[in-house]
């Protein structure tokens, strides 16, 4: 598998998809982190400190440094996280736990690995597809005007459309200005996917649409293996990865989990820029629809039809 800086959009069925308005963009942790949120495993090990720190009913720290030590080892931060949601709760800490939580989720410019100038929402946007995402901080809803915006916990309580709206983002797993809306610990994550709704809204997506997927790992993406339909005709599902040069093995290999789920890998290359060259790739590939689709037209009526009427 070919590691390119900016690997070819021509390759892929993306720009079809936004010529006839069937393409949705799946935003993982991963486009956060680059606009200054913390990841996962920041989150996690800043939790398992606070667990250090805070005193339980005896007067113990809610987890000794042994136990901290060996879960910041293990690298299953969403099951450390799901072990001080429930360890805060049940000694009087919750506010403490989503006071972490949020200040994890506010975008720090000391954290940002992009210009301030630069905004990958922006770019993302002008891939003209419809957007959701799997994060709960506000910078998407902040950065782009959508007249909409519908969270997973307003699809489990029926609201369900036959199609996705350009002008709408669709926040799964919640977002922080609604706390009642989040999944973030491993049994929310298997209530909130086991839910029917949820799943007919998913399975509506997977087969009506391209997709294509940024800012994702291969853990948050094993969430989904049990749900995808099958993929059937042309490749559909595309993930963007960052990789080293060199490392086009492990691409190969990798490309065989993601064969379970019909996802075709798209590598590009981190050696320059790090994860931050997943900014240039998304520019270069809004250009690149820019130039290349017959859709944009369309889209930009429905957009100042939209602007007009605010």
Known sequence: MEIKAIPDIRKTTIIEAVNTGTLAIFTGAGVSRLMGCMGWQ????????????????????????????????RGEHR???TICDSIFTSNGHHDEFMKVFSDALTSKPSHCLLQPSENIYHELNRLHGCH?????????????SFKEVITGKDIQDGIIRDELDPLTLYPLHGLMAKPDSLVFTLP??????????IQDFLNMVFSKYT?????????EL????????ERGGLPKRFCLQGYRRGEEKIADAEQMFYDVMGITLVPFELDVNGYAQLFTVIREWADNVTVGSKYIPSTYKIIDEFLKSI
Do not use: M
């Open 79 to 81: 099951k450390s996280i």
């Open 222 to 229: 094993e969430l989904l293996q049990y749900i995808l339909p």
């Open 188 to 197: 929310d994550y298997l209530r909130f996917y086991r839910d029917k709704k």
């Open 132 to 144: 959701i995402t799997t994060n709960a901080d506000p910078i998407f809803q902040s950065s782009v």
């Open 211 to 219: 997709v294509l997927f940024v800012g994702y790992g291969l853990s």
């Open 42 to 73: 920041d989150l996690s090990y800043k939790l398992l400190d606070s667990a250090f720190v805070l005193k339980d009913k005896a007067g113990s720290s809610l987890l000794d440094w042994r136990v901290i030590d060996d879960l910041k080892a």
